[in-house]
T-cell receptor, first 117, second 112 residues
């Protein structure tokens, strides 16, 4: 199974709401990622988890809070978002890069299309 | 910071014509990956190149990694409508194997 699943597919939320995005993979991957993608732009890395620990935070505002409850699940908690946060949020997973080893291919989920009103 | 630029931004071809997208990094890359994103879809991994000057083929797609490991190209021979989408190159920051920086992307449109 090479599938990464994400829920929900679409989400509309107000600026005062709290919501969560969920991501799941069953490939045994120990690295998981959150990306943000605006229309006609490349994906931008937000967070990286390696072995369930946060290893990279790309200076993302605190209104985005990631969580990795176990090796298969990745959540992104959203609170007090701004309209400019509307975007496609992509989750990805890969084998965890080892020291001196080339980065592995990433498997992306279908994304959650988020609209902040 | 590291930048990965792709040209052209957009190309429209007739089915059967060839297509090439070029990827240029501001710094040396230890390896480079290529992804395809169909309209309304998500990025899908195509291939990874590791060695300087490496050339790999997948059916009608030919991928090259430059000698200096700062540029790469994807060439599609005899495009088909199924080739429509945005092609991204992506590479890790030197010393940061967990972090992929995606290129700006080339959007390909193919018409009959």
């Amino acid at each position: 199974d090479t599938e990464v699943t994400q829920t929900p597919k679409h989400l509309v939320m107000g600026m005062t709401n709290k919501k969560s995005l969920k991501c799941e993979q069953h490939m045994g991957h120990r690295a998981m990622y959150w990306y943000k993608q605006k229309a006609k732009k490349p994906p931008e890395l937000m967070f990286v988890y390696s072995y369930e620990k946060l290893s990279i935070n790309e200076s993302v505002p605190s209104r985005f809070s990631p969580e990795c409850p176990n090796s298969s699940l990745l959540n992104l908690h959203l609170h007090a978002l701004q309209p400019e946060d509307s975007a496609l949020y992509l989750c990805a997973s890969s084998q965890a890069p080892q020291a001196g080893v080339i980065i592995y291919e990433q498997y992306f989920g279908p994304g959650t299309r988020l609209t902040v009103t | 910071g590291q930048q990965v630029m792709q040209i052209p931004q957009y190309q429209h071809v007739q089915e059967g014509e060839d297509f090439t997208t070029y990827c240029n990094s501001s710094t040396t890359l230890s390896n480079i990956q290529w992804y395809k994103q169909r309209p309304g879809g998500h990025p899908v991994f195509l291939i990874q190149l590791v060695k300087s000057g490496e050339v790999k083929k997948q059916k009608r797609l030919t991928f090259q990694f430059g000698e200096a490991k700062k540029n790469s190209s994807l060439h599609i021979t005899a495009t088909q409508t199924t080739d429509v989408g945005t092609y991204f190159c992506a590479g890790p920051l030197t010393g940061t194997a967990s972090k992929l920086t995606f290129g700006t992307g080339t959007r390909l449109q193919v018409t009959l």
